[in-house]
């Protein structure tokens, strides 16, 4: 069965500073695999995805993310963020079992 | 327009009574989902449909009953509410089973059991 850990319950960061949101998965099967962010008292949207190819993926908001399968991650990096990406982050996984399994969520707090 | 669509957005109810939540989707996708996310934020799967037809059942108490008349719409129907169904309900939906397609959320019901 395939799992996913996301190891920062919380991420504060200042304006403007990298950040990095990590994320390993356990599969023993092929994955594909998402990231989706939520604001504040919406639902979450998809901000990016890996299904093959270049294991390095990006969003258009200055986000990506880079599929590396002997490390079994799949971590989020953002070279200088803002306070609108203050939100909560959700990595994903799904195989062929019709099942998304979700992380527990990162909430990156960005801070003027 | 909104693509998936649920109502209410709030609901606050007394322990004992029976609700439902319904959703809709404009994106003409196969499969929709209900998720529970918790109050530390940890999403789960209750239900999946594809095409009407019921394809994940995850470990959720019977009060709880999905109902999808047709492939745009899914409702869930909660029967004798507790106070640990306290929660916010997302429904999803993504353009057919497959593993690599995206699913696209509601804004989420915010029920709180009183």
């Known amino acids: 069965a395939q799992s996913v850990t996301q190891l920062d319950s919380q991420v504060p960061v200042f304006e403007e500073a990298p950040v990095e949101l990590r994320c390993n998965y356990s599969?023993?099967?092929?994955?594909?695999l998402f990231w989706y962010v939520q604001y504040p008292n919406q639902g979450l949207q998809l901000l990016l995805k890996?299904?093959?190819?270049?294991?390095l993926v990006e969003s258009i908001n200055g986000f990506e993310a880079e599929f590396n399968k002997s490390q079994t991650s799949f971590h989020l990096r953002k070279p200088s963020v803002h306070i609108s990406d203050t939100a909560e982050y959700f990595c994903?996984?799904?195989?062929?079992?019709?099942?998304?399994?979700f992380g527990a969520g990162t909430r990156l707090f960005v801070k003027a | 327009d909104t693509a998936v669509s649920q109502t209410p957005k709030y609901l606050v109810t007394q322990m004992g009574n029976d609700k439902s939540i319904k959703c809709e989707q404009n994106?003409?996708?196969?499969?929709m989902y209900w998720y529970k996310q918790d109050s530390k934020k940890f999403l789960k799967i209750m239900f999946s449909?594809?095409?009407?037809?019921?394809?994940i059942n995850e470990t959720v108490p019977n009060r709880f009953s999905p109902k999808s008349p047709d492939k745009a719409h899914l409702n869930l129907h909660i029967n004798s509410l507790e106070l640990g169904d306290s929660a916010v309900y997302f429904c999803?939906?993504?353009?057919?089973?497959?593993?690599?397609?995206?699913?696209?959320f509601g804004q989420g019901t915010r029920l709180t059991v009183v």
């Open positions: 999803a939906s993504s353009q057919d089973r497959r593993p690599n397609t995206e699913a696209f």
């Open positions: 599969s023993s099967v092929s994955v594909y």
């Open positions: 890996y299904l093959s190819g270049s294991t």
């Open positions: 994903a996984v799904s195989t062929g079992g019709f099942k998304t399994i």
């Open positions: 994106l003409g996708h196969d499969t």
């Open positions: 449909y594809n095409n009407k037809e019921l394809i």
